[in-house]
């Protein structure tokens, strides 16, 4: 069974479109997480989650909108799509929000691309 | 393992040889580090972690070394194999924090 998984795996879209990417956690943490990949393979938190209640969000355009339904789902909704936004998105939780020997378990990625 | 410039450091080694990657972090309170490993296609995966208050620990063929004065935490990996070809990051956090990670390296073994 898939710890972390989140659909779709890839997705190309033209610019201006909205799109979501939906992710569900069987672990049981109660923090959910999404990160943005670049193509330079850096890893950028953009939204924590802590039992359905945001906790962190970066510096993150007002067109992305993380909703958590419940701890076990964490879903992102992008609205007028940019080229910039082309990137893979991994989901991940986490037992809790903070503490030492919190390790964080990845999703395989949705890759998004812009055209 | 310093990141330079817009490319991916990359570390080639020898199967069967060991393989060293290193990772210079930049909080001094960060007192939790992981190394995760992403394979082609994939997530980041858990591999090992460190606490501050240690200086080495070892997992099957893996071993973490953290130096605190310096700042700098090594991933050793024994007997390296094909199958371990991928991208290392290392990531630290402090407390409360978000876990924050680092560039990352490529890992390419010549079978």
């Known amino acids: 069974d898939t710890a972390v998984s989140q659909t779709p795996k890839y997705l190309v879209t033209q610019m201006g479109n909205d799109k979501s990417i939906k992710c569900e956690q069987n672990l049981g943490h109660d923090t959910m997480y999404w990160y943005k990949q670049d193509s330079k393979k850096f890893l950028k938190i953009m939204f924590s989650?802590?039992?359905?209640?945001?906790?962190i969000n970066e510096t993150v355009p007002n067109r992305f909108s993380p909703k958590s339904p419940d701890k076990a789902h964490l879903n992102l909704h992008i609205n007028s799509l940019e080229l910039g936004d082309s990137a893979v998105y991994f989901c991940?939780?986490?037992?809790?929000?903070?503490?030492?020997?919190?390790?964080?378990?990845f999703g395989e990625g949705s890759w998004l691309t812009v055209v | 393992g310093e990141s330079v410039g817009l490319h991916l450091p990359t570390l080639s080694v020898q199967e069967g040889d060991n393989s060293i990657i290193n990772c210079a972090y930049s909080n001094s309170a960060s007192d939790y580090f992981i190394w995760y490993k992403q394979e082609s296609g994939k997530g980041p995966q858990f591999i090992i972690d460190?606490?501050?208050?240690?200086d080495k620990r070892q997992g099957q063929r893996v071993t973490v070394l953290l130096n605190k004065t310096v700042k700098h935490l090594s991933l050793q990996i024994a007997a390296t194999q094909p199958g371990d070809s991928a991208v290392y990051f290392c990531a630290e956090n402090q407390g409360n924090t978000p876990l924050v990670f680092g560039k990352g390296t490529r890992l390419s073994v010549i079978a």
């Open positions: 989650y802590n039992n359905k209640e945001l906790i």
């Open positions: 460190i606490r501050s208050n240690m």
């Open positions: 991940a939780s986490s037992p809790q929000i903070r503490g030492l020997g919190n390790t964080i378990y």
